[in-house]
């Protein structure tokens, strides 16, 4: 079990080891998702519930189901199944109480399923071998991470609609060169903190 305070996990899964800017998961929905600052928002929002409620539930039952049946090799099923749940509550949640941003987030709201930064999160919890308050530390930390990534994304690209961009890089073309110069401002907190 890693003895890395909780506090050090959750700044590190935020700036040093972003869970989208240094292990690029999640890009699918961090690109098609990031054309405004609200959507982004909207978005980061849900995918900060979904991956904090989903690492403390596949944590439980990784530990406390799988593992005492010896069922470890069914993880990625499990994994899986639970974030399809809390992926359809928080869509339930949200077409009720906000239909705008139910609209305007579209396909990638239930695409979160199939996100990979939830479910890297899941299996990064389980590699590194994190006790259940580390775990949670992580899964708050790498979804606040994933929506600072998307907030900053949509708010440069709002900014880019007023400014030249040449002809061949509109479109994803600057949108991954942007990720790419923010994946390398974040590698200026390498220092700060560390988690392997």
């Known amino acids: 079990m890693s003895e890395t305070s909780v506090w050090v996990i959750f700044i590190a899964a935020i700036f040093t080891n972003n869970i989208l800017l240094t292990n690029f998961l999640g ?3 961090f690109i098609a998702c990031s054309g405004q600052i609200k959507t982004s928002l ?7 519930f979904v991956m904090i409620m989903t690492t403390i539930i596949n944590y439980a ?14 993880q990625f099923i499990v ?18 109480f906000s239909p705008k941003l139910y609209f305007a987030l579209g396909i990638f709201l239930p695409l ?5 930064a939830i479910l890297g999160a899941s299996l990064f919890m389980i590699i590194r071998q994190y006790s259940f308050l580390q775990s949670v530390g992580f ?11 998307i907030v900053l994304l949509a708010g440069l ?3 880019m609609r007023y400014s030249h961009v040449p002809q061949c890089f509109q479109g ?22 560390s988690i392997q």
């Open 61 to 74: 039952v990784y530990y406390g189901v799988l593992m005492p049946l010896g069922l470890v090799h069914l």
């Open 79 to 96: 994994f899986i199944a639970v974030i399809a749940a809390f992926v359809q509550l928080v869509e339930m949640i949200v077409e009720r």
């Open 139 to 149: 899964g708050l930390g790498a979804g606040i991470g994933w929506a600072v990534a």
């Open 42 to 48: 909207g978005l980061g929002t849900a995918v900060i």
């Open 112 to 116: 979160i399923t199939v996100n990979c």
């Open 172 to 193: 994803v073309a600057i949108a991954m060169i942007v990720t790419g110069v923010l994946a390398m401002a974040f590698m200026g907190f390498a220092g700060m903190v």
């Open 157 to 159: 690209r709002q900014k």
């Open 27 to 29: 890009m699918c929905s």
